[in-house]
């Protein structure tokens, strides 16, 4: 990938950003934490890896994502408006009743959402069933499921995870992001996951690690997860909680709340300040 790619993904990242923040301040509610965080990894899958069509999202050959934790629609859904899905005007109903956006995916009503989630732990299942049913339809999409790392303490995950093993999906890739955070505090603290790799490893996944900021590394891990045969790939992707907004990283408190006006004027001024930025170069 050479500069100029990573500088588009750079500037969509950050405008994803911008009105996943706008979204949650209108609502003044929604999972703004973990949004920031998992944004370059949704950027990477969709400006630059997912094969869809957003005038075509019931594409039967489409790759699929479903984001398993689901809280963190603010970024899915405003990586669905900037690619073309609907307007970013939506995302002013946001929870809305007046709106179509509910706080978690919902595939019914939003164009793009390919499986509602939202009870953690579910979604990653959901993506098993769809790989599984690509490889008995013969098909060749790729089916990508976001998870997070908090997430991991479900044992429902596990299950999934040895099914697509057992079932040698490697149309399968999944994606932990890994920001350390959960709504409790420390996920080391709450309920330990680590070693992740190692856990993975022994139910015969494929595991890559990279920094989830890192376009470039996103990309080739993606790439690589597609050319590898046999086995269910998992990327690993090392993230800040908060990610993009100084008074927000690696902060717990931010998991699930929305910033205040005075809050929400500085995280724009900063957001807007690196789109800027990026505008220029």
């Not at 400006?47 to 957003?54: A, E, G, I, S």
């Not at 039967?60 to 899915?76: E, I, M």
């Not at 490697?170 to 080391?188: M, R, W, Y």
């Amino acid at each position: 990938m050479d500069q100029k790619e990573q500088k588009a993904l750079a500037l969509n990242a950050a405008k994803l950003r911008a009105l996943a923040m706008d979204a949650v301040h209108t609502a003044a509610s929604g999972h703004i934490g973990g949004s920031l965080s998992v944004a370059d990894v949704l950027t990477v899958l969709y400006f630059h890896t997912m094969k869809v069509d957003p005038k075509n999202p019931k594409d039967p050959d489409r790759d699929r994502l479903v984001l398993s934790k689901g809280h963190t629609t603010p970024a899915l859904y405003s990586a669905l408006a900037l690619r073309g899905y609907f307007p970013t005007e939506e995302l002013k109903l946001f929870r809305s009743i007046k709106g179509h956006l509910s706080g978690h995916p919902d595939m019914v009503h939003v164009p793009g959402v390919d499986m509602s989630t939202g009870s953690l732990g579910q979604g990653i299942s959901a993506a098993v069933g769809m790989a599984l049913a690509g490889k008995v339809d013969g098909k060749d999409y790729r089916v990508y499921a976001v998870l997070g790392d908090g997430e991991i303490a479900e044992g429902q995950v596990w299950e999934a995870f040895m099914s697509a093993a057992k079932y040698h999906l490697d149309n399968l890739c999944a994606v932990v992001d890994v920001n350390g955070l959960q709504i409790d505090g420390k996920t080391a603290d709450v309920m330990p996951s680590e070693p992740l790799d190692k856990k993975f490893e022994a139910f015969n996944w494929n595991v890559l690690k990279v920094d989830g900021h890192d376009y470039a590394a996103l990309a080739a891990a993606f790439a690589s997860a597609a050319a590898h045969k046999g086995q269910p790939t998992v990327i690993l992707a090392k993230t800040v909680k908060g990610k993009g907004i100084s008074f927000m990283e690696d902060d717990a408190g931010w998991h699930g709340k929305a910033p205040n006006d005075e809050q929400y004027a500085q995280a724009k001024a900063e957001l807007d300040a690196k789109i800027a930025e990026l505008e220029v170069q």
